[in-house]
C-alpha cells in the first residue's frame, strides 16, 4: 500500500555529497530545504541554529531532519514534543499529524493512531488526517476502523481518490470483493493514470480467477506507476501469475 502524503526518501547521494561544516539557515524553509536535498548536514545546521536561538522551528528541522535520516521513532518523539509547546494553535495540530505520520514510519501503529486520534480531535473536518488515521488503521490490521474513516471521507468528498483505493484494500482484506472492485472502477474513472489502481484492480481480478485480465492490469501498473514500491508490487504479483497460475 502506499501513501502519497508522506515525505519522500531521502536520496543516497545527497548524504554522501553533505558538506563538512554546516552553516546557520537563513530561516525555517532554508533548513527545511536543506534537510530533505541532505539530511546529515541539515541536522547540523538545525542544531546550530538552535543553539543560536532558533527555538522551536531550529528544532522542527532537527526533527524532519532526522526523519530523512531514517530515525523514525526519534523524530516522532521530538514532533509530538513540539506539537505540545506550540503556542500557535494551527502550527500545534500541523506539527502533532507530523508525529503522527513519523511514528506510522516507524512502523509504531497503535502510537500513531493514538497521535492520529488526538489530531482529528482537535480538526475533525481535515479530510487529509482522517485518510492518515485509516490508512495507519489498515496498516494495522483494522479493516472495519479503517473503512469507517473512508465512509466519512467520501461522505464528504466523493471525488477522493485516495479514499477509493485504501477502502477497496480495505474490503479486500475483509473478502467483499464486488465492492472492492466498485471502488477501483470508481478511481479509474476518476483517475485512469492512476497506478497504484491498476494494481489494485489487478490484484482483485487475480483473486477472482480472471488471470489474464490481472496481467493486463499489472502490466499498465508496471508502465505507469512512478513509485518504485509500487512497480515491485505489481511484478510479484505478474509473477504469481505467470508461474503459479493463480
Request: proline content about 4%.
Amino acid at each position: 500500500m502506499t501513501r502519497r502524503r508522506l515525505w519522500p526518501l531521502l536520496a543516497i547521494w545527497a548524504a554522501l555529497t553533505a558538506p563538512a561544516i554546516a552553516e546557520v539557515p537563513r530561516d525555517h524553509a532554508a533548513c527545511l530545504a536543506q534537510a530533505r536535498q541532505a539530511p546529515e548536514s541539515g541536522y547540523r545546521a538545525a542544531q546550530n541554529w538552535s543553539q543560536q536561538g532558533g527555538g522551536a522551528m531550529a528544532r522542527h528541522c532537527a526533527a524532519l531532519a532526522l526523519l530523512y535520516l531514517g530515525q523514525s521513532s526519534e523524530a516522532a518523539a521530538r514532533l509530538e514534543s513540539l506539537a505540545t509547546e506550540a503556542k500557535n494553535p494551527g502550527q500545534a495540530v500541523a506539527w502533532l499529524a507530523q508525529a503522527g505520520q513519523a511514528w506510522f514510519m516507524a512502523r509504531r501503529f497503535a502510537r500513531a493512531e493514538t497521535v492520529q486520534s488526538q489530531v482529528l480531535q482537535r480538526a475533525p473536518d481535515n479530510i487529509e488526517f482522517r485518510i492518515d488515521r485509516a490508512v495507519t488503521r489498515l496498516s494495522a490490521g483494522d479493516h472495519w476502523a479503517a473503512l469507517d474513516d473512508l465512509n466519512q471521507v467520501l461522505e464528504r468528498d466523493p471525488g477522493h481518490i485516495d479514499a477509493y483505493l485504501f477502502r477497496a484494500a480495505a474490503y479486500r482484506y475483509l473478502d467483499a470483493l464486488d465492492l472492492a472492485r466498485d471502488d477501483v472502477e470508481r478511481l479509474l474513472a476518476l483517475d485512469p493514470a492512476r497506478a497504484e489502481g491498476w494494481l489494485e484492480r489487478g490484484i482483485l481480478r487475480q483473486l477472482q480467477g480472471d488471470l489474464r485480465g490481472a496481467r493486463d492490469d499489472l502490466m499498465r501498473a508496471i508502465a505507469k506507476a512512478e513509485d518504485p514500491a509500487v512497480v515491485d508490487a505489481a511484478r510479484r504479483r505478474l509473477e504469481m501469475v505467470d508461474v503459479t497460475g493463480r
